[in-house]
């Protein structure tokens, strides 16, 4: 079993949508970070989590640590949000990033 | 541009060629570390530095795979013997270990193709 488990792992929206991306982890962890990761490779930190709720822009990430579980969501989801969105956990003793394995987001016209 | 930088882009080899990769973090950043990832699968550590001190390794890399941290700056990452399994894209992050939850930077990692 994974340290980290996302869901649902493809999701295809249409533009408009509100899109939510749950994160569930069985470790320990100093903080969640949600990442998004596009065709071609590149990784870009969205967001970084200890406790409660963070907002950028359309974004919303929010943690609930004695349930273990983060989501992250999209308001008003645009074509060039499309991207894999991937939830990372840092280990509590803070020397290992444990990662899910992505939900690919499609956002149709 | 003063991100985490990767070199090269893509590499093709041989099975049974080495293989040399590099990375330079950004340069206030003193953890270092490279991950695996492979189509479909979120991103797998392999080791992880500490200025030049490598703290970490994952118990899945074998003994083919090498890295070092010279100087506490830029890292290497070194395959020998490369197999076909060992085609992925290589990550490199770096982070400021001044705070405990500093924010994970990405390099645009470097495809491996072994033929």
């Known amino acids: 079993k994974n340290e980290v488990e996302q869901s649902p792992q493809n999701l295809t929206a249409q533009e408009g949508e509100f899109i939510t991306i749950n994160c569930s982890y069985s470790?320990?962890?100093?903080?969640l970070h949600w990442l998004q990761q596009h065709p071609g490779g590149g990784i870009v930190s969205l967001f970084m989590l200890s406790s409660g709720k963070k907002k950028h822009g359309r974004l919303i990430a929010t943690i609930n640590i004695q349930e273990k579980h983060s989501s992250l969501h999209i308001t008003a989801s645009h074509p060039r949000d499309s991207a894999v969105y991937i939830c990372?956990?840092?280990?509590?003793?803070?020397?290992?990033?444990?990662f899910g394995t992505g939900t690919s987001l499609t956002v149709i016209p | 541009d003063t991100g985490v930088s990767q070199d090269p882009r893509h590499k093709i080899t041989k099975r049974g060629q080495n293989v040399t990769f590099r990375c330079d973090p950004i340069?206030?950043?003193?953890?270092l570390y490279w991950y695996r990832q492979t189509l479909g699968q979120g991103p797998e550590f392999l080791t992880y530095f500490q200025n030049e001190a490598q703290l970490e390794k994952s118990r899945l890399l074998s003994d083919r795979f090498s890295a070092e941290r010279p100087k506490g700056s830029f890292s290497t990452l070194e395959i020998q013997r490369t197999e076909q399994g060992d085609s992925a894209m290589y990550l490199c992050a770096s982070s400021a270990a001044r705070r405990q939850n500093e924010k994970l930077f990405f390099g645009s990692g470097t495809q491996l193709s072994v033929l």
């Open positions: 470790v320990g962890i100093s903080a």
């Open positions: 990372a956990v840092r280990s509590g003793t803070g020397n290992q990033f444990y």
């Open positions: 340069s206030e950043h003193n953890r």
